[in-house]
């Protein structure tokens, strides 16, 4: 029926209305959605090349460098959304060739990622989510963060972006210079962190196996849970992509209406027994 529905309603209720979120105009989802892309990824390609060009590493310096490769870890996270939302059209709506143009060049400049591999490899994440064939999943180590995330990263760090990364640091440090410690504090921790970053609130917490039989369970076909974090903290985990379950439900959705979307009940979790108790009261 399209109206929204709070968690407090009852599951008969629930099961029978779908929470109804509306985005915005694509002419104003597109300006919003291309303004922060510009204010993130500006901001990280201009601390990028403050951080390579400019600024000179020393001891007295390093706690102002520390706190420079944290903020550049999360808008490391940030350029990698905007490209996941560049994938599913919801960064400019009804504008495919500028969604892959913007996100091919995001994450080219990333991690000297392809665009077209990683966009398929995304859908069929979307289309397979925890199962078998899932890129995005590991079936037999669904409850470990570090088995997991090894297979993550084989799967993709190939050699096409092992091969960037490494001639972008023998650049930056055989051709102009800059002395290591400055290029792994700056480049290589924040994107290595940032997949890190990505992995644990984006894929692992989501579409982990849970030990509890009470909370193992997902609410339905996506295998996916959503965080219970408040605004400020989903955006600052991972820009969001903590409420995945509205993610998989509405991919539509742009990141930073995530937090909308979950508020209008795009996410509201019917477990099994609840959906089984709902469908014995109306048949009574």
Not at 92 to 118: C, D, M, Q, R
Not at 121 to 134: E, I, P, S, V, Y
Not at 157 to 173: C, N, Q, R
Request: with cysteine; charged share 15%.
């Amino acid at each position: 029926m399209g109206l929204y529905a709070p968690e407090s309603l009852s599951g008969a209720y629930l099961l029978f209305m779908t929470p109804r979120f509306t985005l915005p105009t694509r002419t104003a989802q597109s300006a919003i959605g291309l303004a922060l892309a510009a204010l993130i990824a500006g901001s990280w390609m201009g601390i990028h090349v403050f951080g390579m060009f400019i600024f000179e590493l020393t001891l007295a310096n390093l706690p102002f460098a520390l706190a420079l490769a944290a903020v550049q870890c999360w808008l490391s996270v940030g350029v990698f959304i905007i490209s996941h939302d560049a994938m599913h059209g919801s960064l400019v709506p009804g504008k495919p060739k500028v969604n892959s143009a913007i996100g091919a060049v995001l994450l080219a400049l990333y991690a000297g990622f392809g665009w077209k591999t990683l966009r398929d490899a995304h859908f069929t994440h979307h289309k397979l989510a925890g199962h078998a064939g899932d890129p995005d999943f590991d079936e037999n180590n669904p409850r470990s963060f570090l088995r997991w995330y090894g297979t993550f990263f084989k799967r993709y760090f190939g050699w096409k972006s092992l091969l960037f990364v490494h001639t972008v640091v023998g650049i930056y440090w055989l051709v102009i210079g800059i002395p290591m410690a400055q290029i792994f504090l700056l480049y290589g921790a924040p994107a290595l962190l940032s997949s890190l970053q990505l992995f644990y609130f984006g894929t692992f917490r989501p579409h982990r196996h849970l030990g509890d039989s009470e909370t193992a369970a997902f609410a339905d076909k996506h295998n996916t849970r959503s965080d219970r974090f408040g605004t400020l903290a989903s955006l600052a985990t991972c820009f969001h992509f903590g409420y995945h379950l509205e993610h998989h439900r509405r991919p539509d959705v742009p990141w930073w209406a995530l937090p909308g979307a979950r508020k209008a009940g795009i996410g509201i979790e019917v477990s099994a027994e609840q959906q089984a108790k709902t469908g014995q009261e109306v048949a009574a």
